[in-house]
């Protein structure tokens, strides 16, 4: 019931497309669900997170989209940049509680 | 955010021998993490550590194994003893800022290879 299932497990997508990456959920008290950017050799980076009272999150090129009674949610990059090429993590956290659980990673590619 | 540090950022030890990790931010928080990251693969939690109190550790990890310390509310370390090539890994920490649980920010971490 702790896990984070996450999707794709690599994904390729050319510049300026719009590359999704899906998590789903089991536990209902997870009630934080954040997203990581790693790249290689660095420590993850907190790109963007979501409380459950809200469907949906923008910052800059970052979107996350959150359904609640489907126990999912996503990223969504806008007008990708080879840059962005990394490897995503989306993560959850119950209520009063500060462990994280982590998806099982997607890496990125995004190709000129 | 935070900015944190960790020292070494990689090294290779023989089998049998422990390596200690520092971990430092610069700011006090109240909650600080350790993780393991196996390469190409995801992150998975080892202990947290709450200054003056023991750490808690997760299912599958024990203190005689990794020993943390955490003095002072920016400063903690986790050794890694009696080192196999099983042990072979990236260590992470990280801190939780707002003390309200879930926005962690982490250092770059430490590449540990057993030979």
């Known amino acids: 019931q702790q896990q984070v299932k996450q999707s794709p497990q690599s994904l390729i997508v050319q510049k300026g497309g719009i590359p999704i990456i899906n998590c789903a959920y089991e536990?209902?008290?997870?009630?934080?669900f954040p997203w990581y950017q790693q790249f290689p050799g660095k420590g993850p980076a907190l790109l963007i997170a979501?409380?459950?009272?809200?469907s949906e999150k923008k910052e800059g090129r970052f979107t996350i989209s959150f359904n609640k009674s489907a126990k999912q949610f996503s990223l969504h990059i806008m007008d990708s940049q080879p840059g962005d090429s990394a490897t995503y993590f989306c993560?959850?956290?119950?209520?009063?509680?500060?462990?994280?659980?982590f998806g099982t990673g997607t890496r990125l590619t995004i190709i000129p | 955010s935070a900015v944190i540090s960790q020292k070494p950022s990689r090294d290779i030890c023989q089998r049998g021998t422990s390596l200690t990790i520092q971990c430092q931010v610069d700011?006090?928080?109240?909650?600080m993490f350790w993780y393991r990251q196996q390469p190409g693969q995801s992150l998975t939690l080892i202990a947290t550590?709450?200054?003056?109190?023991?750490?808690?550790?997760e299912s599958g990890f024990v203190i005689d194994k990794f020993p943390i310390s955490r003095p002072n509310l920016t400063f903690s370390t986790l050794t890694v003893s009696n080192l196999s090539p099983e042990d072979s890994s990236i260590y992470l920490c990280?801190?939780?800022?707002?003390?309200?649980?879930?926005?962690?920010?982490f250092g770059p971490g430490t590449r540990l290879t057993v030979t």
């Open positions: 990280s801190v939780d800022v707002t003390g309200m649980g879930g926005e962690q920010y």
């Open positions: 536990n209902t008290a997870f009630d934080y």
């Open positions: 979501i409380r459950p009272d809200v």
């Open positions: 993560a959850a956290s119950p209520f009063g509680n500060e462990k994280l659980t």
């Open positions: 700011s006090q928080v109240t909650m």
């Open positions: 550590a709450n200054q003056g109190s023991e750490a808690t550790y």
